[in-house]
């Protein structure tokens, strides 16, 4: 799956920013190819960027509308069905993060028949996958993981990627989850895959690169997590890191959706490198990555001080401190850029 | 997904009893079931039950015919199509364990359309799962795990059906492979669910039940095994397994399909506490089970009384000891039957 860009962002009439975060995370993080966003009349979130209607964004160039917002159960309200049938029409593609297939709507499904137009279902894999192999493959890889869902394991790999592109690494953010996959333009949603291929998808997902390529990608779940560790494990092995980025939100009680306890950070290592040296013996902890943004300055520093010196790895807040010392470290450990 | 009995078992044409194992394990365990099979000119397998017509079936009493046979590929060949057209005509539900799906073949979904038969294809699943949510269940469960694919993880779970039920305990078997779910009548192919619902299904596929009851969850795969550890582990959340029983093959030397060497049974007891304590932290092995139908006698003793001594743990072999000292030390442990 290739996503062509660039894009025109649909956001609906979604009643809030929320709604649209898949939106608002691809302009986070590639404004360069989000020409406009087009809402629906009452559509509460903003994108920030130009207003325009499909045949605007024709003419400036669009190739692809991103439906880039959900409603309530992920499904495709009825009213939305004539813009993306007037996107495909105008010789746009669409790509969706719904859980519903946009094939599965008869007038959508026709109008892509007629212009020959890509639909994509970011949330459904429509490539064959083999199942993994565990040969180590070449190229460096390093994974971000989780003590927890939802805590920081894409925007990490997305500000690393950034950071090691500016330190002058040949690094490439690599997609394991729908918004991942709008942002990366490539990538397969990891949890939407049939069980027996996640290790395989993965190793599709990062294929072997030159030596000193760095392929940073995106985690998933967690290994304590009860519903999902299942693809955290796949993940894992069929990434084969070198090396890993603990991602954590020290204000968080219980797991996302379930009764557990989050496990500590040293847990997550512990088993993240015990589970990881089966397709990678040099699998190894580089940094910590702490969403502080639910504590105060002081506080904030604090954690990271505390965290640095427990672990002795550097502990950072992607969004308050950048990633710099994770990147430091990366270079002190397998050398600078290429 | 529930099949409904009794068999008719279909053999097809294939050239051999490996591509009937699937009909022949059936046989093994639920001869009850299967009052017959059909197989057409050619046909090199022999289940040893009774060749019946669809007809002479029909009167017998059967109500699904199952499709029991593999060709090289596993999809479906031309010449099987009318034999299973003839069944649904008669009034007969058909099951199959081929990787192409039943109802793909137009004169096969027509002639279901056509007699309200169920068309069963046991490595498709079409029940909609929720994501685990690994909160304990009551009743006991036990999981077979491995330090490998196809070391006897289905056939020692059975093995301990049958003789904890002789032992007075309430028992079911709960599959989790297509083979195990003819054998039980119910059940998914774990490793055809979509990644995001592996624990999830296992929840379903071994419900909260009685206090006293034991489900004997069928494994998969093996933590160690880089291609699938990740159903491993999502099945090792979602069955929450109070006891597990090590399946190993002593002459392997390297794991299914890739180039890694197996694990030890203490790596895979220590790994599978490690782990599986999440959902149940009162987890512990009982006994190991050892493959030894490649050694002599002497030497089959020889390796289950050292690996009984190693781990201080019941040592047997299915099929060549029976699995009675593991449910005597299930009983010493949990109590006997209810």
Redesign the interface.
């Given at each position: 799956m290739e996503i062509v860009r660039p894009y025109l962002l649909f956001l609906g009439d979604v009643p809030d920013s929320l709604a649209a975060k898949t939106a608002l995370g691809i302009v986070d993080w590639r404004p360069e190819w989000c020409l406009g966003q087009l809402r629906l009349p009452g559509c509460k979130a903003d994108a920030g960027i130009p207003d325009m209607s499909i045949a605007e964004a024709k003419a400036a160039g669009v190739r692809t509308m991103i439906v880039g917002a959900v409603n309530a159960g992920g499904v495709l309200p009825d009213h939305w069905v004539a813009t993306i049938v007037e996107a495909l029409d105008a010789g746009l593609d669409v790509a969706s993060g719904l859980h519903s297939r946009l094939a599965d709507n008869p007038a959508i499904r026709d109008a892509a028949r007629r212009t020959g137009a890509a639909l994509h279902d970011v949330r459904h894999s429509s490539e064959r996958f083999a199942?993994?192999?565990?040969?180590k493959r070449p190229g460096m890889r390093l994974l971000t993981v989780g003590t927890d869902c939802s805590v920081g394991k894409k925007y990490t790999a997305l500000a690393l990627e950034k950071e090691m592109r500016a330190a002058g690494f040949d690094a490439d953010f690599r997609a394991t989850g729908q918004t991942g996959v709008f942002i990366s333009g490539r990538g397969v949603a990891?949890?939407?895959?049939?069980?027996?291929f996640?290790?395989?998808a993965v190793e599709w997902i990062a294929p072997a690169a030159d030596p000193s390529h760095w392929d940073l990608v995106e985690g998933q779940g967690s290994?304590?997590h009860?519903?999902?560790?299942?693809?955290?494990?796949?993940?894992l092995?069929g990434a084969q890191p070198d090396a890993f980025v603990v991602c954590h939100e020290p204000t968080r009680t219980h797991m996302r959706?379930?009764?557990?306890p989050l496990p500590s950070i040293r847990e997550v290592i512990d088993?993240t490198v015990?589970?990881g040296k089966?397709?990678n013996p040099a699998i190894r902890c580089v940094g910590i990555a702490i969403n502080t943004a639910s504590l105060g300055n002081d506080e904030a520093r604090d954690v990271l001080a505390r965290t640095t010196a427990e672990y002795d790895l550097p502990a950072v807040d992607p969004i308050r401190t950048g990633v710099a010392p994770i990147v430091a470290k990366i270079s002190s450990l397998f050398g600078s850029s290429g």
């Open positions: 199942t993994g192999k565990g040969t990891i949890d939407a895959v049939v069980a027996d996640i290790s395989g290994l304590f009860p519903s999902f560790a299942g693809v955290s494990l796949g993940l092995h959706g379930v009764k557990h088993l015990a589970c089966l397709t």
